[in-house]
């Protein structure tokens, strides 16, 4: 460790008292770790990230409880070494348990669920269905096992919320032996922030009755949800994430035969196909430019054409989706925007709008551009159908809360 934490550490020891019984949350990806530690009464923070895991520009970003940064190289450093590191800073804080972001859940988990051995041989047999994202989470329970055995772990799944689907939602029209056999149905993601900003928005609301919601979660990735009476009843992500809407570098739907016309017309492998849609794709690969929706805009702004044609379309996609999913809703009470471009891009809010035009919805020009940079509210006008919120997303405070409840700290 370098001068600087030793230095930082010891400044924030001074400050332990705000952070009274924190919840570690944990988020393994495949190359990063994002890390918080939040206090019992969700009013204080600290946060990190590690990044680059595996290569020589590995390191961890620290935000001390001051704001203070600081940056510490673990070049080559996979998993197992950023988690030591990052409980080494934070083992001052005497954390009373540790919340992990799952991925997958599969049929198995509806809710959060604590870690027991078998919980954690299913983290790992689901990997089938989350090649990248299961392996990481399994890697983060143990590191902090390995360490810290007393401590309870509870794992909340990105897929749990959305397991209160019906079947007419969560079936493929395909033959039943591949879901009873298999599992294939769709399991839809993102479900943390879907639930964080349904429940947040039901409790700002002045609407009386059941609240029936559409999320927009707008980020890199992208989904929306209908989310009613605090249920999520359909999702527009399906089996995987690449479902849905168009997304950073995710193409959302596409014609399911268009990987047999690939591999038939340009004797694409399956691998070369699957990377083309997820990694390819979306706002990058219609503008050809960029998957940052910033980078985009400002393009288009200059008149470039193709970054235009980017905005539009994943306008049009994301409007016609929420469309389409208030068909699951017995209530419209109102859209939420939430993810980077949801919470920070009027336009692109407005868009999406003009694409619901047949809705009745009305807003406030100005009040919409005023709601960015974390900012939370609604631009409805009077006479809208239904509201609209931005609320910005904390996958993070959530899965310390659904932690605490599970442990029955709550
Ligand atoms: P992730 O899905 O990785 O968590 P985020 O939720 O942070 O991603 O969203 C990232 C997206 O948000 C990027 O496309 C970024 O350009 C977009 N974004 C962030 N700030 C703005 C802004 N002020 N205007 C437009 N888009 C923004």
Not at 195 to 224: D, F, K, P
Request: proline share 3%; charged share 20%.
């Amino acid at each position: 460790m370098s001068d600087s934490t030793t230095t930082q550490t010891s400044k924030q020891e001074s400050d332990t008292s705000q952070l009274t019984n924190p919840t570690l949350v944990l988020n393994c990806g495949s190359s990063s770790i994002k890390y918080a530690l939040i206090s019992e009464d969700e009013s204080t923070r600290i946060t990190g990230l590690a990044e680059n895991l595996g290569l020589d520009t590995a390191r961890i970003k620290h935000t001390a409880l001051s704001g203070e940064k600081l940056e510490i190289s673990i070049p080559g450093g996979r998993h197992k070494l950023a988690l030591q590191k990052i409980l080494e800073l934070l083992e001052q804080y005497h954390f009373i348990a540790v919340g992990h972001r799952g991925v997958h859940g599969g049929r198995e988990y509806s809710e959060a669920v604590q870690v027991t051995d078998h919980v954690l041989s299913e983290v790992k047999r689901l990997k089938s269905l989350a090649p990248l994202h299961n392996p990481a989470n399994a890697l983060g329970i143990e590191a902090v096992q390995a360490i810290y055995p007393d401590i309870p772990q509870v794992v909340v799944f990105d897929t749990a919320f959305h397991q209160t689907m019906p079947a007419v939602a969560y079936r493929y029209p395909i033959p039943k032996a591949l879901y009873e056999d298999h599992k294939i149905r769709r399991y839809g993601f993102h479900g943390t922030s879907h639930a964080y900003v349904s429940e947040r928005a039901s409790q700002i609301t002045e609407a009386g009755g059941t609240h029936g919601w559409l999320t927009a979660h707008l980020g890199n990735g992208c989904s929306a949800a209908a989310v009613y009476d605090g249920k999520s009843l359909d999702t527009s992500m399906g089996l995987t994430p690449l479902e849905g809407l168009m997304m950073g570098t995710r193409s959302g739907d596409v014609d399911p035969s268009l990987h047999i016309h690939l591999k038939r017309q340009l004797d694409m492998s399956l691998e070369d196909i699957d990377k083309m849609l997820n990694s390819d794709s979306g706002l990058l690969g219609i503008s050809g430019l960029s998957n940052d929706m910033r980078t985009v805009e400002e393009a288009a702004n200059e008149g470039h054409k193709d970054a235009k044609l980017a905005i539009e379309m994943f306008a049009y996609r994301a409007g016609k989706y929420l469309a389409s999913l208030s068909c699951a809703l017995p209530e419209f009470t109102g859209i939420i925007f939430t993810g980077g471009i949801g919470e920070n891009s009027a336009s692109t809010r407005a868009r999406i709008l003009n694409v619901m035009r047949h809705f009745g919805i009305s807003f406030d020009a100005d009040k919409n551009k005023t709601l960015a940079g974390g900012a939370e509210g609604s631009f409805h006008s009077s006479d809208s159908s239904v509201e609209l919120w931005v609320i910005p997303t904390d996958e993070e405070r959530q899965i310390a809360k659904e932690t605490r409840q599970t442990l029955g700290l709550a």
